[in-house]
Structures are given as structure tokens and as C-alpha cells.
């Protein structure tokens, strides 16, 4: 599996992504800058989390508008996966690769914690190696994580199954619509989602839920 991560002025998560990717991957990603005006060829592209250009206007809206995000979106049309976590969520609803909005968290304050997320649709190449209603831990980190969308979008949403991740237990962090931590596109090749997967994939970092979504990418370019 060959990734490309895309990084832009104020990512602070790159370096654990390309961390993640290496090691499960058995190669390093290409570090792609936003600016570039070409992609490398890659299986998977990922937008990292951080806090791009200040998280000025909106978070992840400037970045949306940066050269390289219109061959994100080229390369979606092709079918390749793409992954945003956390910041790269929102330059994802931004750029509207997704459905939906990231708002200012309900708290109106930072959090940082771990919380419990319900796999809800087991059956896309992100999360075919988790079960249905499974119950895993991912970290999050973030200030603009509470996901809105209207309610016609929100019905058809649910009824696509383009629901990945629910808060669960009691662990939405930020309010969010239906408890949604991670959504897809209507084709399912692209998935947003705010907790951070990367942080979670070897028992040294305290378990390893994080592993099979990257895994299950993995297989889905060997098949």
C-alpha cells in the first residue's frame, strides 16, 4: 500500500500519521506539501489533524482552497480512499468531499480525552476488519468537532449507511448530530472522522483499535 499525506502550514498530527502508515505499511507515506500542483501515485491519501492556518475563518477553510486539495478531490472521483482525521475532517466537509459541517464544541472549550466509538457500518474498506456495534477507544483532541448537519441531510445520511463512528456510552465530546464521530461519502471511498486512529495502534501507545482501520485499507489494495 502506497499513502500520500498531505500536510499544510499549522499540521501538528503529520508526523504521527506517517509514523502509523510506516509501520503498519512497511514503508514510509509521500509527504505531499498543500502547495504542490502534483500528487504522487498512491492507494490512500490522508489529511492529518492539526490546526491548518490557524484554524482561521473556519477550521480547515483556507486549507480547502489550497492547490493540492483539487487533486484530492480528482482523485476521489477516481474511487481512491481518502482519510481526514480530525483537522483533515473538516478540510474534507470544507472542501465538500463530505457531507456537513464541524462546529465549535457544545462545551465551547478544547477537549482532550479518550472516548468509546461504535462501529457503525462494518462493511467499507476503512472498517471491514471491525464488527458490527463494536466497541473500540480512539483519543481525540480538538476545539471544532461538533458535527452538524441539517435534518434532510442527516436522514439520508443515516439511511445510506454513510454513518462510520458513533460516539458511544455516553462519550460525544462535542455534541455532535446523532452522536456521529466518523462519516463517509455517498460512494464510500472517502471517510472523515475526529478521533485520531493513528494514536492507537500498538499496545506501547496503550491498544491497538486504531490498527485495523489502516489494516483493512491494506487489504483492500491487496485484494
Given amino acids: 500500500m502506497q ?10 498530527r503529520d ?17 505531499v506539501w498543500h502547495k504542490d500542483s502534483e500528487l504522487p501515485q498512491a492507494d490512500v491519501i490522508i489529511l492529518p489533524g492539526g490546526f491548518s492556518y490557524g484554524d482561521y475563518l473556519r477550521s480547515g477553510a483556507i486549507a480547502a482552497r489550497s492547490p493540492m486539495m483539487k487533486e484530492v478531490a480528482r482523485a476521489a472521483e477516481r474511487g481512491v480512499s481518502i482519510l481526514g482525521v480530525c483537522n ?6 470544507e472542501a465538500g468531499l463530505l457531507p456537513g459541517t464541524l462546529m465549535r464544541n457544545a462545551s465551547l472549550k478544547f477537549v482532550c480525552r479518550t472516548i468509546e466509538l461504535e462501529v457503525v457500518n462494518a ?10 456495534g463494536q466497541i473500540i477507544r480512539n483519543p481525540v483532541a480538538h476545539h471544532d468537532g461538533n458535527y452538524f448537519v441539517d435534518d434532510d441531510t442527516l436522514a439520508r445520511i443515516e439511511g445510506n449507511e454513510q454513518v462510520a463512528f458513533r460516539y458511544a456510552n455516553g462519550t460525544n465530546p462535542n ?49
Fill in 123 to 132: 462493511a467499507t474498506r476503512f472498517t471491514g476488519l471491525y464488527r458490527p
Fill in 88 to 93: 483533515g475532517f473538516q478540510i474534507l466537509t
Fill in 175 to 223: 455534541g455532535s448530530r446523532h452522536d456521529i464521530a466518523g462519516v463517509l461519502n455517498a460512494r464510500k471511498n472517502v471517510l472523515g472522522m475526529m478521533p485520531h486512529p493513528e494514536d492507537l495502534i500498538e499496545p506501547a501507545h496503550g491498544g491497538t483499535d486504531g490498527r485495523p482501520l489502516f489494516e483493512a485499507l491494506l487489504e483492500t489494495v491487496a485484494a
Fill in 15 to 31: 508526523r504521527d500519521m506517517i509514523a502509523a502508515v510506516t509501520k503498519i505499511a512497511g514503508k514510509p507515506p509521500h509527504v
Fill in 3 to 12: 499513502c500520500a499525506v498531505i500536510a499544510f502550514p499549522g499540521s501538528n
